[in-house]
């Protein structure tokens, strides 16, 4: 019991018990244990619970009764009764909620009628989560921990690309022709082309599928949207409280608007936090009156089923949207496949009974840390039970999960119990695994949650309403009264440039800079999280961040903040990558038995077997600038089979070793001049063409230089690529192909591009070569030493004819050496920045890099999390 303290003794005691503790002291320790709680009352009451005390009223019945309080001081406290069902909330004292209701002489009473009771409100929970709780809440809580390992579908792609065509449609065009054309263009973009390989899926079969839905889109738009006359559009039972008092009437129904995409919107009132489909404005014609809504109109792909959980996101959708606006009191489902829609009215108790649902899956990520019976040990707690509903299991997307965690965590724990009929499934499930294993997922999955509370990664989101940014920004994190200067750029695939303004005076001391995550909100509450992004340029006046949306809509006056969005403290990712360890994959068991097993990394005994004769001037060229012990460094890496670890003290150069491990640069031979990394990238990207579809016989290489194609040749043989032509410039003159991919090779830092390059007509041909797509891949610093490609640049640049996909070399290059495999290599993270939609639509991509300043570095990949 030493262990123990005094708060811990008191909060372990039953409630029973707790009258007997002198109150006083008891709600001091309480309080002075948050000492950093902000407390407050209003739009988002912040109560600290200071007593739970559970009593029978004159029915018997049971009610549990709060003492609560909005101030530090502890002089004023309120009470709070909770009846019917709230009485099962599991509140305890120390928490804090949020109280949706009336108070009056300072009590709160939530019954089945009136109020809510929110749990942690600063934890926003998602309404899709909520939602799939209700079948499985272990299920809901699985997939809020191990959010990295969901893995994408074929299903997932086309319900994306559809609520795309959709999306944009709505503020375009519903005729046939115009959906084709944007359906075609939504499936080129990049980040679907990428996810299609990635899924070994044909881009003509998704063309396909994509299509077959677009007439639903026009029959649904012709029913809703255009109409002659007022009773042409279809009647529907809304019952929506109307003026006269009336519940239940028939009204038509007609969508007048789309007036947001992809809202995104936090609730610290409800807990919830969301980002809806579309947001449409309605109007409802109900006998001879007419009413605008504006109601958030949830989109589905799948079969329609119109069934509780869909109904439930839209409820919950409702009261997301009332952070912004009125009361919605309802909302649309709209199956994409039929065009058929449901109105969703969101009554009281759907909405009671989502809340406490939302309340009971907050508890379980709030109490993820339990101890042991006997109060010796700090343990992952249970998570909610498995459920005892084979259907629902075979189609669970965390049944790895769930099965490891039952035999990895649960099984440890007291209270574990599992239903007869999962017991094989979950032995199944994690059979492939050996005792270590399970005790590393334990142990490490224990030390993520156990982080990730010590840093309180949502603090730094909380602060957001709960603080002011004048506040906030004595912590240098924060920028506030900042107005946006009138242009917004389109950058291209979702990315927005804007330019902000310090409303009076300069920009505050601060520790935001170039590269920094930052979450854009208003000072003012309903704009909460507006958007996402990072800062790409700071100085005394003015700030320009690059955005996820496009926040011109908004009132050029309204007053912004920035808040840094700090992304270290996020233990999402190494959580995946531990549920994606213990996968029964290749890939896994060989991390399984290098990192947890502890096998020996295995090493190739000369050197002379890796590398090709013709490649040891190049590496004594590269070994050159370097210590002895960084060139033994860099000799074991080469020799590395699986990984080799440099380990030195601060300043010994471990970076220099790695960077010089990982160049790009071209490399001088006798057999001319070439470049690596550059011919890797370039075969990279034929092989996305391919597996977009393309015919390998519409696609030709032209690369400057003999070494060049050799290189390229000999990565096509050993690519599953088959035969496409690779040939200099002066083989290319007076024909064509469909996609003509150009390397140029040269990447130095003197300039030097060589007679070659410098031949205008031969450039001239190279570029006039593809009747579809260019696509030209060169080091643009280099490139640019050269006026008539620098001005060739500069002139497709303002024509706005270049994309500019910025690549990260050094991910790519560790992908390339050790996954030779194409899946694995796709998954690296490229970046599309910038890409202007014009240039997609002409076919004309510019594949930049820099060989030295690395541009944006991911670390959301895999051998990061696991090394
Ligand atoms: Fe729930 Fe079944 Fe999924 Fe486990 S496998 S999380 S019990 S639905
Ligand atoms: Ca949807």
């Given amino acids: 019991m030493e262990q123990l303290g005094e708060l811990e003794l008191l909060m372990e005691k039953s409630f029973g018990e707790e009258a007997a503790l002198p109150a006083e002291l008891f709600q001091k320790k309480v309080v002075s244990s948050f000492p950093k709680t902000v407390l407050t009352g209003g739009m988002d009451n912040r109560y600290l619970v200071l007593a739970v005390d559970i009593v029978q009223n004159e029915e018997g019945n049971h009610e549990k009764h709060l003492i609560i309080t909005a101030h530090q001081s502890l002089e004023y406290k309120d009470r709070c009764i909770l009846r019917n069902d709230w009485c099962s909330v599991p509140v305890e004292p120390g928490d804090i909620i949020h109280l949706e209701g009336d108070c009056t002489a300072g009590t709160w009473i939530i019954d089945k009628h009136f109020g809510y009771l929110i749990l942690y409100p600063d934890m926003l929970i998602s309404g899709t989560s909520i939602a799939s709780s209700i079948r499985c809440m272990r299920r809901a809580v699985l997939s809020e921990t191990f959010r990295g390992s969901d893995p994408a579908t074929r299903q997932m792609l086309i319900g994306t690309v559809l609520h795309e065509v959709f999306q944009k449609a709505i503020s375009n065009s519903f005729a046939p022709e115009k959906l084709q054309e944007l359906a075609f263009q939504t499936i080129q973009e990049i980040k679907h082309l990428k996810e299609m390989y990635r899924l070994n899926l ?20 012709g029913d809703f949207m255009h109409k002659n006359t007022l009773t042409d559009f279809p009647q529907m039972q809304l019952s929506l409280p109307s003026n006269d008092g009336k519940n239940n009437s028939t009204c038509n129904i007609e969508v007048v608007n789309s007036v947001d995409i992809e809202e995104s919107i936090w609730s610290p009132r409800f807990g919830l936090k969301g980002k809806i489909d579309v947001t449409v404005g309605v109007k409802i014609h109900r006998g001879c009156k007419t009413k605008y809504k504006i109601m958030p109109l949830e989109l589905k792909t799948g079969k329609e089923s119109n069934s509780i959980e869909h109904r439930s996101q839209v409820v919950l959708y409702t009261l997301l949207s009332q952070e912004r606006r009125a009361d919605p009191e ?122 990730s509370q010590s840093k309180d990664n949502r603090k730094n989101h909380q602060n957001i309403w709960l603080m002011p940014a004048s506040k906030m920004e004595e912590s240098g994190n924060c920028i506030g009264n900042l107005i946006r200067t009138k ?135 590269i070994l050159k600038g370097l210590n002895k012990p960084q060139r033994q460094a860099m000799k074991k890496v080469l020799l590395s089979k699986d990984y080799t ?15 010089t491990l990982l160049p790009a640069p071209e490399q001088v031979e006798k057999g001319g001049v070439s470049n690596i990394t550059e011919a890797k990238l370039l075969v990279f990207l034929t092989s996305i ?50 996609i003509i991919l150009v390397s140029f090779v040269r990447s130095n830092k003197d300039g030097t591009l060589g007679e070659l390059l410098k031949d205008w007509r031969r450039l001239n041909v190279a570029i006039t070569r593809a009747k579809h797509k260019l696509i030209l891949l060169g080091c643009v610093p280099s490139l640019n030493c050269y006026p008539p490609l620098e001005k060739l640049f500069y002139h497709l640049n303002s024509e706005k004819l270049i994309s500019f996909l910025f690549c990260n070399m050094k991910v790519f290059v560790t992908y390339w050496e050790i996954f030779q495999e194409d899946k694995a290599l796709f998954s690296l993270p490229f970046h599309t920045r910038a890409v ?29 999390g696991t090394k």
């Fill in 487 to 621: 242009h917004v750029k389109t950058v291209g695939d979702g990315q927005y440039l804007h330019n902000f303004l310090r409303k009076n005076g300069t920009i505050p001391v601060t520790n935001l800079m170039a590269g920094d995550r930052i979450i854009l909100s208003g000072e003012e509450r309903p704009l909460f999280a507006l958007s996402r992004g990072y800062v790409k340029e700071i100085n005394m006046t003015t700030v320009t961040c690059l955005l996820d949306r496009n926040l011109s809509i908004l009132p050029e006056s309204t007053l912004l903040r920035l808040d840094q969005e700090e992304k270290n403290c996020d233990i999402d990712t190494p959580l995946g990558n531990l549920s994606k360890l213990m996968e029964n994959t290749d890939v896994s068991k060989k991390l399984r038995d290098l990192i947890i097993d502890f096998r020996e990394p295995q090493f190739i005994s000369y050197l002379s077997s890796v590398l090709p004769h013709d490649a040891k001037d190049t590496v004594a060229c």
């Fill in 202 to 221: 044909n881009q003509d079969e998704i063309k396909q599928e994509v299509e077959e839905y677009l007439p639903s889109f026009s029959k649904w738009a």
């Fill in 836 to 864: 202007s939609p014009l240039a997609s639509a002409c076919g004309l991509y510019f594949v930049c890099y820099k060989s030295s300043a690395w541009l944006d570095c991911e670390d959301n990949f895999y051998l990061k």
């Fill in 330 to 451: 309802a909302g649309w489902l709209l199956y994409l496949k039929t065009g058929q829609m449901y109105p969703v009215p969101a009554n009281h108790l759907d909405k009671r009974e989502l809340l406490k649902l939302r309340n009971q899956m907050a508890f379980f990520l709030f109490h993820r840390i339990s101890k042991s019976a006997s109060g010796q040990k700090t343990q992952l707690a249970s998570l909610p039970q498995i459920i005892e509903e084979e259907k629902t299991c075979k189609y669970c997307s965390q049944m790895g999960n769930c099965a490891l965690y039952s035999r990895a965590v649960e099984q440890h724990t007291d209270d574990s119990s599992v239903p007869i009929i999962m017991l094989p499934k979950i032995k199944e499930e994690t059979q492939h695994l050996k005792l270590s294993h399970l005790e590393y997922f334990r142990l490490w999955c224990l030390m993520l949650t156990l982080e």
């Fill in 689 to 738: 063409f391919i597996k977009a579809g393309s015919n390998p016989s519409d696609i030709g290489i032209i690369a400057p230089y003999r070494q060049q194609l050799k290189i390229i040749n000999d990565l096509l043989a050993h690519s599953s690529i088959g035969m496409v032509e690779v040939n200099t410039v002066d083989k290319y003159q007076g024909r064509d192909k469909s």
């Fill in 645 to 659: 670890l440099i380990v030195g003290m601060p300043g010994t150069g471990k970076t220099t070793t790695i960077c």
